[in-house]
Structures are given as structure tokens and as C-alpha cells.
């Protein structure tokens, strides 16, 4: 996963690694197969690159036969290997006798504390096969009801510190006084073996981790109103009244983030936002 800026000198590297990928092609160094499965390369280099400069670069083939097999593919000449139409890359793949490894994709659910995120998470995924949780972790108390290891590691300030500090963290987010943060290990190592994966966090995680995965798919689950959210926060009798005050706080900024986000699911009633969050990540899923 590569954090990159589009800014000049981001172009200059990519237009060097795109000539160096050719020439790696020609000399037989790097085949397709592996160029199309390797994501971070694919993704950045070879997506922006004409189909036809990309069937140049490979050994024995020239200008007629990158012709012959566009032709021969329906690809038009000025295609973007990125700009492919499912049928196209399905078909391009074929003809080069090239499976890609199926990654998974990243799910972030976001939204006011009180909104329902995780009941309707968890009764989305029953039954639904093909997704895991990341199991967080935070140095917020334990509740009554939690168990060390579902939902959260429960650590302490010194330990967190620590995995922010050894780059362990996906990212991490200060809440209502206290530090949440995704375990990075997990969630790469369930994307690479295909499973899609659900990440519940705020919107600064949510942020931080759109920034490195760009392709991350962002649900926001939200009330109709503000005044729901108190009356919720309330009745699920977990928090003080004085830390329901500060969630209520936090949840108004939090409203500001649901434009950066993909699908918005208003949980007024609960079947049908059940309904539509399952039809989302199936529709969603890899
Ligand atoms: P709670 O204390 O109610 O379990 O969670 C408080 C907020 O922290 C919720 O919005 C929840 O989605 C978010 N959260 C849980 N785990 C993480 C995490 O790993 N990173 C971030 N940034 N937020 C998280």
C-alpha cells in the first residue's frame, strides 16, 4: 500500500517507473502476469499506459502484432488499460492465459455514536459470507457487556504509543478523550487472501485510511436526526450522562463528514437500513 500525491515530482516517478516497467517487459525481466497482479504497480503505473503501448513493450511484439490483437480484442487503439470495460479486461486476460488473484475490498462504516452502526454490522454479516471484522484497538475502559478480543484489543495509553510508534497501526483516531486505532497486519493480510474487510471506526480513521486505499468503499449510518441519537445514546444505558454529553458533541462534527462518503444509510427504520447495508455490501463485495 503506497501513499502517493499527484504533484510533479510524483509524475516525473511515475513516468520513470512506466519506462522501466517496459523495458523490463521487452527483456522478459517482468512478465504481464505479474504486472497485472501486482496491485501497487498496476494501479499506478500501468492503469494511465494505452493498451496498445503496453502490448509494444512486450518480447517479439511490435507495432502490427499490438494491432492485430487489439483488433482481434475489440480494443480500441486509444484505450487506457484502467479504462477497460469488464468484458474487454476479462477478454485481455483471457487471451493472455493471465488469472488475477482475487483481492478483497475494504468496507469503512462510519457514523454517530448511538446510530446503530454495529448492531446493524453484525446482523448484516449473519448469514453473509465472505467478510471479517477488524478487531480495533483502544484504551477506552472495558464496558460491561465487552469481552477483551471481539470488537477490541483493550490495551493501555503505553501499549497504543507503542504501535503507533512501530508503524502498526492503519490508522488511529483520539475519540471522546480516548485512542482507537486499526491493527494494520490484519486487514492487509485478509485483503491479500481475498476476504472482504470491514473496518468500524470515526471519521478521522475513516479519512486517514481512504487516503492509503483509495478504493475503499465508505458507508455512513446516520439518523434522521440529532435529537435520536440522544434519545438512543440514553437508552443503551452503557455511557455516563456526562460522556453521552461529549459523544452528542463529537456526533455534530462528525454530520460534517457524510460527504465524503460513498453511500449514506439513514437508520430510521431498522429492517430496511439492515436491508439496504446487506444490499450494499453484496453489491459492493469482490
Ligand atoms: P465506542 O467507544 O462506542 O466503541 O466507539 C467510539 C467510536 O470509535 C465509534 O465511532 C467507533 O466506530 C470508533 N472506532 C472503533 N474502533 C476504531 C478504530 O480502530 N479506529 C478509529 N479511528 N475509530 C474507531
Do not use: H, W
Not at 487489439?70 to 483471457?94: R, S
Not at 459470507?129 to 477483551?148: C, H, L
Not at 492503519?170 to 470491514?198: H, M, R, W
Amino acid at each position: 500500500m503506497t501513499v502517493l500525491k499527484p504533484n510533479a515530482k510524483f509524475a516525473r516517478f511515475i513516468r520513470k517507473k512506466r519506462s522501466e516497467t517496459k523495458r523490463a517487459l521487452k527483456k522478459g525481466d517482468l512478465t504481464l502476469n505479474k504486472l497485472l497482479n501486482d496491485n501497487d504497480l498496476y494501479k499506478e503505473i500501468i492503469s494511465n499506459m494505452k493498451v496498445f503501448e503496453l502490448l509494444k513493450s512486450l518480447p517479439k511484439t511490435g507495432r502490427v502484432r499490438a494491432d492485430k490483437i487489439l483488433k482481434k480484442l475489440k480494443i480500441n487503439y486509444c484505450k487506457k488499460m484502467g479504462g477497460l470495460g469488464k468484458n474487454q479486461k476479462k477478454n485481455f486476460l483471457n487471451y493472455f492465459n493471465i488469472e488475477i488473484e482475487k483481492k478483497g475490498k475494504l468496507f469503512i462504516i462510519s457514523g454517530p455514536s448511538g446510530a446503530g452502526k454495529s448492531s446493524l454490522i453484525s446482523d448484516a454479516l449473519n448469514g453473509t459470507s465472505g467478510f471479517v471484522r477488524s478487531v480495533s484497538v483502544t484504551t477506552r475502559p472495558k464496558r460491561k457487556n465487552e469481552k477483551d478480543g471481539e470488537k477490541y484489543r483493550f490495551i493501555s495509553n503505553k501499549q497504543f504509543e507503542n504501535l503507533k510508534k512501530n508503524e502498526k497501526l492503519l490508522e488511529c483516531a483520539a475519540y471522546c478523550g480516548y485512542s482507537y486505532g486499526t491493527p494494520k497486519d490484519f486487514v492487509q493480510k485478509q485483503l491479500e487472501a481475498g476476504a472482504n474487510v470491514i473496518l468500524e471506526i470515526e471519521v478521522q480513521g475513516a479519512m486517514q485510511v481512504k487516503n492509503i486505499i483509495e478504493d475503499a468503499y465508505m458507508i455512513f449510518i446516520t439518523v434522521p436526526s440529532i435529537i435520536n441519537l440522544k434519545e438512543r445514546l440514553g437508552k443503551r444505558n452503557t455511557e455516563e450522562c456526562i460522556e453521552i454529553k461529549k459523544r452528542m458533541k463529537t456526533s455534530e462534527e462528525e454530520l460534517k463528514y457524510q460527504k465524503y462518503y460513498d453511500c449514506i444509510i439513514i437508520n430510521n427504520n431498522y429492517n430496511e437500513a439492515l436491508l439496504n447495508l446487506k444490499n450494499l455490501l453484496n453489491s459492493q463485495k469482490e
